[in-house]
Structure formats: structure tokens, C-alpha cells
């Protein structure tokens, strides 16, 4: 059962359009998981589509209406949106899917240390990094500080820091100040979303060289 | 069942006595006044009524171009183009509307929301896999029963907005209408970050939105 949620301000400017691409993508991820805050979203929207109602109407000239008219028949663009999938199924979510282009093991992993592989994957958000984090049993991440927020989604398995325990579909979201150690649970890997508005620095130096983050940031 | 944790706060004790007056009537009335746009679309998908569809335009593109305009200014700029796109898209998609699921301005209103952000990134030349649609996901059909009590909710929600003081209903004006983060309507009116997030949150409170999240 999903026991953490996004915060106030994140689920209002995700409803509302605000959020930046990555962070949306963390979210609509937890929506899958979360039927509570899937209901949250929707009154959000209502809200919204209240606000939108009682604005002062704008003026539109005629010759939109006939432009549009004369489109109506124009076919449309193919499109395959994605349905919410069965949160039952062992599949990962549709979103997180498509931004794999595959499964997990057809990503290219970095390996950070023996306990921990990072994919990174392409959102197009030009100022979030959004990367797959695979934390083997039992093993840790390492101690590490960040710029700016950090949003974390469990994927699959569970993983405990200091604070807490964080299963499938639990949403966290860390501040700058925070360091954490995340640490898998024993009995399997677990693989988690993470985007970070800056680049993510771990504290021991050597990690340093292996950051495919500070490499990122040098090209 | 008690509705709200008892709160020190002396806006959230004047918004209470007038938060009851039978949701029955409230629904009714909403409902009443949603039909008649929810109805036209339902002939606009069946029918593919074009007269049905000039009704709906001279309706709702008014707001979708007034929508467009509240935006940033590069979405502005782009506001006939906007109207266009979300009109059409309303024509294209109409037989995916669900009357049960979402009153004909709520889905209307996403759909704008959708293709404005979408048209944001593209203007900014955002390279990426990923459109709207794909990460506001339409939810599967819901249990008829939580389907009614989400209309009742979404009616509740449209009532008590109207009653929100000024200060909240700004802010949330500034998120939803112009498309702002929290920091950059707490930029806007020069208000600390801290102050817009806790004038939400009691917005939230009062919506009855998201009462046990921080």
C-alpha cells in the first residue's frame, strides 16, 4: 500500500500544468500506483475547470470558427495514448515504458559500485536529470547531498533511509540540506525513479570519478 | 462524521457554518447547467453535428482564448492557434468523453490545459518523447458508485470556490489560469514562498482537497 504521498504545492502545480516535464513524469508515475491521490488530481482538475468557466470570455473573431469548420473533416493525427495499465500486472508503468523504450535491460546501466546501477533517461526537460536508479539487496547508496530537490519513486522492491520505509509506488521528495543513505531491503533489488534538479555530488570522493552526472555536466 | 479537524484558524471558522446547505441542490443545479454541454457533446460525437459544434465553439472558445491570453506571453502570442488546436481536438476526440466521468467543461478545461503546455514546450523547442496526454493520463471508468460521488465532490468543490477569500482564490487564479509555479506567484506578489504555499493549503482545507497531506 502506497503510505507516502507528494506534498500540497507539487500536486497542485502538476494539476495545474506548472511542474517542470521530469518532475510530472515522477508524479503521473505515483498516480498509477496511488488511487488517492489519482482522486486528489481530479478534483484539482474540477477546480480548475471551475476557474476556467468563469473566466471573462475573450474575443474570437468569426473566421476562427469558419477555419476551424473547414479543418473539421481533416484526419486525425494518429495517436496512441497511453491507458492507465493494471496496477496489478508485473508490467512497469506505460509512461515509464515508453521513456525506457523497453524493459530494464535494455538500458544502458552505469555502475556507480557493486550495490548500485544508474540509468539515466531522456525526457527532454532541459533543467531536471531523470535516471533509474537499480539498488541491489541489502545495498546502499551512497551517502550523498544535491542542489536543489530531489524526487524519489519506488518502482519496484523497497528500499529504508533514516526517516523511513518507501515501498512500490511511494513518492519522497528531499531538500538540498537532507543526506541520506537509501538502502534496499534484503530480500530484493529495488529500482526507484529519481529526478534532481541539479546534479547529484556523493560524498566520498572516489564516487566522484563515477558520477555519470558530473561527466553529464561536463559535456 | 466530523468534516474538518477543529482548526485555530478564524477564516477556516467563518467558512464553516456556510459549507452544509443541502449538496443535494448544489448537485442538481451544476448539473443542471453541465447537461446541456455534456448532451452536446454526446451529439457531436453520435452525430457529428456541425451546428452542435458551432453551439459549442461560440461557448467555449471564448474561454480557451481567454485561457490562452492568461498564460505566459509566448502562449499568448499564440492564442488564435491555441483556440484552433483545442477546438479541433474537441471534435476529434469527442466520442472519448464520458459524461459519467467528467462534466463537459472539466474535460474541455484539461484538454486546453494539455495542449497549452504542450505548445509552451514546443515553442521553447523542448526535445522530448513525451506529449501531455501522455502524463495526464485519463483514469479508467470508475465504480458508478465512486463515479456519482465524484460528481458530488466536483460540484462541492465548484461551490466552495466561490467562497474562498480573495487572497487564496488569487493565488490559485495565478497557479491554474496563468499557469505559475508556487515561487513564481510568490515572485509576482512579492509574498514569501512560505505564505503562498500555507494561503494553499488553506484553500485545500476549506476545497476539501487533500485535508490529511501537508
Known sequence: MVTHHP?????????SGS?????????????????????????????????????????????LLDSVLNHLDDEAPLTYQSKASDVDSDESPVLVQRLMNGDYQDLQWSRINKALQIARLRTGDPKHEFALYHIKAGGSIPLHTHKGTELTLVLEGSFSDEEGVYQQGDFLMRDAEDQHTPT???????????VLDAPIRFKPWNYRLLNPFLQLQAS | ???????????????????TPGPN?????EGKRDDEWSQCLQVIAQERDRAAFGRLFKHFAPLV???AMSGSPLAASHADELVQEVMLKVWQKADGYNPRKAAASTWIYTIARNCRTDMYRRLQKFDTPLAAEDIWVE???????????????????????TQLPQEQAQILAKVYMEGKSHSEVAEDLQLPLGTVKSRVRLAMQKLQIMTDQR
Open chain 1, 184 to 194: 534496499a531491503s534484503k530480500t530484493a533489488d529495488c529500482i526507484c525513479i529519481g
Open chain 2, 1 to 19: 462524521m466530523s468534516e474538518l479537524p477543529p482548526e485555530d484558524d478564524p477564516e477556516m471558522q467563518a467558512a464553516q457554518p456556510s459549507r
Open chain 2, 25 to 29: 441542490i448544489q448537485v442538481n443545479a
Open chain 2, 139 to 161: 483514469q479508467e471508468e470508475e465504480e458508478p458508485f465512486v463515479a456519482v460521488q465524484q460528481r458530488r465532490n466536483a460540484a462541492r468543490v465548484r461551490e466552495m470556490l
Open chain 1, 19 to 63: 511542474l517542470p516535464l521530469a518532475q510530472s513524469v515522477a508524479i503521473s508515475v505515483h498516480l498509477h500506483f496511488c488511487d488517492h491521490c489519482k482522486r486528489q488530481v481530479k478534483a484539482l482538475q474540477d477546480m480548475g475547470a471551475q476557474m476556467f468557466d468563469t473566466l471573462e470570455p475573450a474575443e474570437v473573431d468569426d473566421s
Open chain 2, 65 to 67: 482564448k481567454a485561457f
Open chain 1, 7 to 15: 506534498d500540497t504545492r507539487l500536486l497542485n502545480e502538476f494539476a
